[in-house]
């Protein structure tokens, strides 16, 4: 078996339920949505298709506003009341993108994240949760679904190492554009 590794020409990002009315309850939000907003700028810069997802829009509210205003080109949005993000519509979105690795943010982890993530790895996808752009309300819950995920498969990763895995050489022509989004200040 080999290493578990994202290919910007075979990875998607997936965005799960980074919602109004659930952000301000998570423990960390204001560094969830600024390494989510980052991670969503990044892949932006990488070309990297991005999915959406909102659980019960109108109970939890939309996407919040730093990161709505980044995902306008989203290639999919899915407006849902299950708690995986897994659906035939995205499996076959994935399919006719070509999609084998997943990189995963939001909330909250330990639920629609969890779920997702395990689902996708049945699936046979490589997937890579963004540890700092994820959060629940407890930090106990976030702690101990990562651990659950871990030894389900799920590759343990950060926004930054993310995007510099995907980028894979400082001679690319992206590299700066990238390392301008990686050194932001806001976060």
């Excluded at 829009?57 to 506003?65: A, E, I, M, N, W």
């Excluded at 993530?117 to 702690?143: F, M, P």
């Amino acid at each position: 078996m080999g290493v578990a590794r994202l290919t910007p020409d075979g990875t998607a990002l997936l965005l799960i339920d980074i919602q109004d009315r659930l952000v301000p309850v998570m423990h960390e939000k204001t560094t969830l949505v600024r390494r989510a907003a980052r991670l969503v700028e990044g892949a932006q810069v990488l070309q990297l298709p991005v999915a959406v997802t909102e659980q019960n829009p109108r109970g939890l509210g939309k996407t919040v506003d730093k990161i709505a205003k980044q995902i306008n080109g989203a290639i999919y949005r899915d407006d849902k009341m299950r708690f995986s993000a897994c659906s035939d519509a995205l499996e076959r979105l994935f399919e006719k993108f070509n999609i084998r690795g997943v990189i995963v943010a939001g909330v909250e982890t330990h639920i629609c994240v969890q779920q997702t993530c395990l689902d996708l790895v049945e699936r046979g996808y490589t997937v890579a949760v963004c540890v700092d752009a994820t959060s629940s309300r407890r930090e106990i819950d976030k702690k101990v679904a990562l651990q659950r995920m871990i030894q389900a498969g799920v590759v343990p990763t950060t926004v930054e190492a993310t995007l510099f895995e995907l980028l894979g050489d400082a001679s690319s022509p992206k590299f700066r554009e990238l390392r301008s989004v990686i050194e932001s200040k806001d976060g």
